[in-house]
């Protein structure tokens, strides 16, 4: 299997689509969130920021075909994981964890001194997945401003407070 990881570009974006699409999929298994599966997903103009900003990274396979991608928003000590998604034919197969891995370096270089993300507490490809990758829950009281904010949006987008967390990998 030979995979690459590089920068998303424009010409991508139809397909960075269609894997996030595939990714919301899993969520039919989830009686509560099956909407999710329908939903929307971000918009080719987001896509668009993420690529312009150098802040969007995907695999690709040999025939060009992108098993998934990842979009970040640096901030002044975290780089925040806005999306990571892998379509659904390639999931399992370690593709988000070199997503992670290569954001955890890229930032580390930039002096980033943790990841953070948001996420559901009970879905098992959230954040138990994340947990066994070395993320940490956040305590609500040590949540940073941009964090309470996310959480809130959320909220805001019908998830109910109590099902999504914030947590954190520790860069080194």
Known sequence: MSLQIRLAQPQDIAQLIAVERSAAQLFHQQPAW??????????????????????????????????????????SQDWHIAELSVAANWQRQGIGR?????????????????????????????????????????????????????LAEDSAQGFAADSRCAMEFTLS
């Open 34 to 75: 099956r909407f999710i599966a329908e939903g929307p997903v971000m918009s080719s103009e987001q896509h668009a920021d993420f690529i312009q900003r150098q802040h969007e990274w995907l695999v690709e396979g040999a025939s060009g075909e992108i098993a998934g991608f990842i979009a970040v928003i640096p901030q």
């Open 98 to 150: 070199r997503l992670i891995a290569e954001v955890a370096a890229q930032a580390a270089l930039q002096g980033a001194q943790s990841l953070t993300l948001t996420t559901f507490i009970d879905v098992p490809w959230n954040a138990p997945y994340y947990q066994r990758l070395g993320f940490r829950p956040i305590a609500a009281q040590q949540l940073s401003a941009s964090l309470k904010h996310q």
